[in-house]
């Protein structure tokens, strides 16, 4: 694992997107993401969705679901993909940044996530499939495309707009990011 902390550093002072191919070879699987849907719907708690969504939404167990093809398990914990742990501490230890976990996203069909922000920076990891994500600071005329395949880990800072398209079953990790400075890195 290469160190990208100048890289998040950069791309966030200008407000664009960084992706770096290849970044983590060892992906969770297709089984492991199948089997997080399959536990979590059994949940005996029901998430709550965004009332008034425009998307057909609903929770199932502790599984969000729209569109009868997207599946977000609300979990915050990485104990359904083997991989995920070592990735984190080794990220944290090369980078000095500890990530949080957003959560997996799994399509199992075309979808279109339209363009929206968020108040947090924060990583994709493609595990299985391909992405197109496309990041963009209207503030500055900035937009910028990226083909995400396995591997790829594709960061964006808070307040740009994201959008994603997959033309075919695709799953993935978002990870959000503390405020990351110049002063807080710690040596590893």
């Given at each position: ?94 980078n000095g940044i500890e990530m949080g976990i957003s959560g997996p996203k799994i399509s ?14 924060a990583f994709s990891l493609q595990c299985q499939g391909t992405t197109i994500w496309t ?54």
């Amino acid at each position: 694992m290469i160190n990208i902390r100048e890289e998040i550093l950069n791309a966030k002072e200008n407000h664009r997107a960084y992706i770096h191919k290849g970044y983590w070879k060892d992906v969770p699987s297709w089984p492991e993401f199948l089997n997080c849907i399959f536990k979590e719907i059994q949940s005996e708690t029901t998430v709550e969705t965004k009332g008034g969504s425009s998307q057909d939404e609903k929770g199932v167990g502790n599984v969000v679901i729209a569109n009868n093809v997207y599946f977000s398990p609300q979990v915050t914990h990485m104990e359904y993909f083997s991989t995920m742990s070592s990735f984190l501490k080794d990220f944290e230890n090369v980078n000095g940044i500890e990530m949080g976990i957003s959560g997996p996203k799994i399509s199992v069909g075309p979808r279109i996530v339209h363009a929206h922000s968020d108040q947090w920076d924060a990583f994709s990891l493609q595990c299985q499939g391909t992405t197109i994500w496309t990041i963009s600071y209207p503030e500055d005329g900035y937009s910028e495309e990226f083909h995400m395949e396995p591997g790829d880990l594709l960061f964006f800072p808070k307040e740009t707009m994201h959008e994603l398209y997959c033309e075919e079953p695709r799953a993935g990790i978002i990870f959000n990011l503390p405020d990351v400075r110049e002063s807080s890195h710690t040596s590893a």
